[in-house]
């Protein structure tokens, strides 16, 4: 199987993979290694300074685990940089579509895609 | 980057240039090109005088009569020959046929289109390191069974199976004939067609530094064993394979074989410390599982699962600098788990996560290097990516 420039880069260097400690991270993870495709997410949502209590929670940093083709590697770690400084929703920082096309998923791994957005939704719903 | 290294001779060997040499004699206007089958001219006569040497030079690196030998297109062309063959030339409209579940698919994909119209095959399921038991033969025959065909090197995992207990058994049975695809065996293994009681066996010339497009289809004529042909139009190679023969091929065939049977016991030693080399610096990375049975197997074909690796990645991973298998080339391409591997009893993930090593004659020393550096960095890689620490070997 071929991959594109941006999938290479991030399967062979990826800059967030690890995990998180300390108080205040929420963790999540989707899918399973028997399975084949596996991915965790821990997020570190900022604290609030006292004068911006209103405003909502933004992601301070990311780090994942996966276990899983290069493509979902790869789209991990893109939506592990690309979140931090975003509102903590459980919508990706970029949507499926938008993922696939940047990283030429083919059509066959959308379902390994779908396990990346279940592991970042379980990660911001969980309590910190 | 460099070149990769390639450790896939399983899969093809490049032609040894003293090969190619030869075969090139047998091209062009003022080298051997005539048709063999042309017995008017001196050019046929030239170009037939070197088809029959080479099956001369086949027929002795494997233990047969020369005349036992049939050029075919390949391996695959004379398992399909044999098992079609067989089939046909019997006089009742179906019977049974005996073979394993780790036969390449040369083997598999025949023996699936004869129980379409009607055949009964056994698939017999090896030991846990792809060792057949003979035993396990003498059970599955039954009063209509005409044909056993058990490989004799697997192409994915190496082991070699006891083919002259196997040929005892059939001949004990009567009715039985046995069929061996030797496609991986030349250069590899002790082989002796008359000596091992084999009544039909495949060879390949790409597996033993030959070209690829010509294989043969060795028959013991003396013991009996008939075939009907599949193709027709000229009566070439006793009526069994009609087509003007590939001077340059056969030749090519008859070249290599006698390379590989001069070469013998030296050149597999040399392999095997490579080989040996390179199993005890993946072993040392822990969570590694060997394939296979090493008591019982060539030297030349190493078969490896890694644990917690995922097998696309893994692969992905080491492409840049190596050129190995996933399973056998020929199904690489649907990236379903090898068939082997699942039939010996490795779960999904591992037959998934696992590489076949094979290598050859111009292996080296700095093949291996590259080999171990690339494995070891991608192993370590994502099994971290992975979370997962499996631990060293002590």
Redesign the interface.
Known sequence: ?N?NDLTRRH??S?AN???LTGVGIRRGAAGS??Q???V?FDVQVAHHRPDRAHEPPTVSAVRF??????HV?AVADRVSQQAVGKVATAALPEDLKSLRELFAVPVEKLGRLLIVEDAWIAAVSAPS | MSTPAYLDYAATTPVDPRVAALMAECLTQDGVFGNPGSVSHDYGDAAGARVEAARGQVAAAVGAAAADVIWTSGATEANNLALFGTAHHTLAPRGHIVTARTEHKAVLDPCRELERRGWRVTYLKPGRTGILDPAQVAQALAADTVLVSVMHVNNEIGTIQDIAAIARICESHGTARLHVDAAQSMGKCALNFDGMGIDLMSLSAHKAYGPKGVGALVIAHRRGVRLQAMQYGGGQERNLRSGTLATHQVVGMGAAFALAAAAGHDESRRIAQLRDRLWAGLEALGGVLRNGDPAHSVSHLLNVSFADVEGESLLAAVRPYIAVSTGSACTSADREPSYVLRALGRDERLAESSLRFSLGRFSTDADIDVALSAVTRAVQRLRRVAGCATAPAA
């Open positions: 199987m991959y399967f062979e990826p993979a690890g995990m290694r028997a084949g495709t596996w965790q685990l996966a276990f899983g083709c290069p590697i």
